[in-house]
Structure formats: structure tokens, C-alpha cells
């Protein structure tokens, strides 16, 4: 089992920055591949970045690209969603959600391990 705590969601204004948080803990994550999705109300769950924690490779998605950047710290079982340029359209429920093993898929069905989600706002 892995267990996934988030944190850092908040009211910003547009143009603003947030950095989320997934804490991870349980067992080993070595070949565990880390993602941040986001789902808005009436919209179903999209996949925003990814992070392989052994290897460091990361994809984001294109509608995000340029903006935020995934980065994972090992010794702190953390990985990060750094949000910079914010839109009004970046409004939602933000969760961290673990697979196991390399690539790195957008299907939310493809995570088994989800955490309970931080919400971030956006302010026009």
C-alpha cells in the first residue's frame, strides 16, 4: 500500500503561484511513478504531470506545459506540482495518485493509489 497526503491548495488570484504537495509513505517506492491530476466540478479527472521517482523522468501535459513543473525530493518521499501563471481555468480539486512501474500514463484507471485531494481556486 502507499498512502498520499497533498497540501498547498489555496485561493490566488490569476497570475499568481501555488506549490502543491504529495507526501507519499508506505512501502517502497523505487519503481512507483507519481502523478498529479485535477478534476473541476462537472468535469471529468485529467491528468496534469508525472514524475518517475527513481529516475526522475516527468511528463506534463500540453495545457499546463511552460507553466508548472513536477519535481520529486527522495529523502522527503515528496513530490512537488509547482503552478506558476495561474488562469482561472487551473480551478479545481488537485490529487496525487501512485502506479507502479515506468511509463508514465494519463488514465486515471492506471493509478491504484490516490490521495484525498487539495482544492486550488483561481481568481479572475
Known amino acids: 500500500q502507499v498512502q498520499l497526503v497533498e497540501s498547498g491548495g489555496g485561493l490566488v488570484q490569476a497570475g499568481g503561484s501555488l506549490s502543491l504537495s504529495c507526501a507519499a509513505s508506505?512501502?517502497?517506492?523505487?519503481?512507483?511513478?507519481i502523478a498529479w491530476f485535477r478534476q473541476a466540478p462537472g468535469k471529468e479527472r485529467e491528468f496534469v504531470a508525472g514524475?518517475?521517482?527513481?529516475?526522475?523522468?516527468?511528463y506534463v501535459e500540453d495545457s499546463v506545459k511552460g507553466r508548472f513543473t513536477i519535481s520529486r525530493d527522495n529523502a522527503k518521499n515528496t513530490v512537488y506540482l509547482q503552478m506558476n501563471s495561474l488562469k482561472p481555468e487551473d480551478t479545481a480539486e488537485y490529487y496525487c495518485?501512485?502506479?507502479?512501474?515506468?511509463?508514465?500514463?494519463?488514465?486515471?484507471?492506471?493509478?491504484?493509489?490516490w490521495g484525498q485531494g487539495t482544492q486550488v481556486t483561481v481568481s479572475s
Open positions: 495518485a501512485a502506479r507502479d512501474g515506468f511509463p508514465i500514463l494519463s488514465a486515471a484507471t492506471d493509478y491504484a493509489f
Open positions: 508506505g512501502r517502497t517506492l523505487n519503481s512507483a511513478i
Open positions: 514524475i518517475s521517482w527513481s529516475g526522475g523522468i516527468t
